[in-house]
Antibody, heavy 120, light 107 residues
Framework: EVQLVESGGDLVQPGGSLRLSCTAS????????MNWVRQAPGKDPEWVAN????????YFLDSVKGRFTISRDTAKNSLYLHMYSLRVEDTALYYC?????????????WGQGTLVTVSS | EIVLTQSPGTLSLSPGERATLSCRASQSVSSNYLAWYQQKPGQAPRLVIY???SRATGIPDRFSGSGSGTDFTLTISRLEPEDLAVYYCQQYGTSPTFGQGTRVKIK
């Protein structure tokens, strides 16, 4: 069974930094693109970033480019989102979601999310 | 960026009725990279349909998807109480985007 478990969410002040983690199990982690998707309270989901199986190619939502980075560790079956210069509008539940063998695939498994609150 | 507009905003139907949800894209969705997700209260989204018309694993056959280009439809043929949820369409080409959702309420 595919499982994705996020962690690292916290209350942080504007301008602060945070690292989110997602631990994967139940599938061959290094065969799949992985995604971060966020959902602000009462709002629609918003794709944030993705990374290829090798960890060498990644794409970002325009509003987070230059502030967020994404990485993965195959040995630990883990996906990371490094967030810097956080803004109030980054407040959301952050999900990791499995993609496919190419960039253009549906998100077929999701974690339960980790909450990031940016507030002074 | 491809903008997805869903309609109606809310659908209120009785069990056994047919639900038809619409998703319109601001430009053609390449290769029908269009998915539908179901999100129940307090849960993560769950994949229902991908490739515009393929059912995801474990999804009942009362769910079906259709459409191409800029117009897509999710149909629930006979509504069940457990289908109460918000349904989002998503295009998963370059820079994936989601629609604003249709809330399905059971009368």
């Amino acid at each position: 069974e595919v499982q994705l478990v996020e962690s690292g969410g916290d209350l942080v002040q504007p301008g602060g930094s945070l690292r989110l983690s997602c631990t994967a199990s139940g599938f061959i982690f290094n065969k799949f693109w992985m995604n971060w998707v966020r959902q602000a309270p009462g709002k629609d989901p918003e794709w944030v970033a993705n990374i290829d199986p090798d960890g060498s190619v990644n794409y970002f939502l325009d509003s987070v480019k230059g502030r967020f980075t994404i990485s993965r560790d195959t040995a630990k079956n883990s996906l990371y989102l490094h967030m810097y210069s956080l803004r109030v509008e980054d407040t959301a539940l952050y999900y990791c979601a499995r993609g496919g063998d190419t960039a253009y695939r549906q998100f077929d498994s999701w974690g339960q999310g980790t909450l990031v609150t940016v507030s002074s | 960026e491809i903008v997805l507009t869903q309609s109606p905003g809310t659908l209120s139907l009785s069990p056994g009725e047919r639900a038809t949800l619409s998703c319109r894209a601001s430009q053609s969705v390449s290769s029908n990279y269009l998915a539908w997700y179901q999100q129940k209260p307090g849960q993560a989204p769950r994949l229902v349909i991908y490739g515009a018309s393929s059912r995801a694993t474990g999804i009942p056959d009362r769910f079906s998807g259709s459409g191409s280009g800029t117009d897509f439809t999710l149909t629930i043929s006979r509504l069940e109480p457990e289908d109460l949820a918000v349904y989002y369409c998503q295009q998963y080409g370059t820079s994936p985007t989601f629609g604003q959702g249709t809330r399905v309420k059971i009368k």
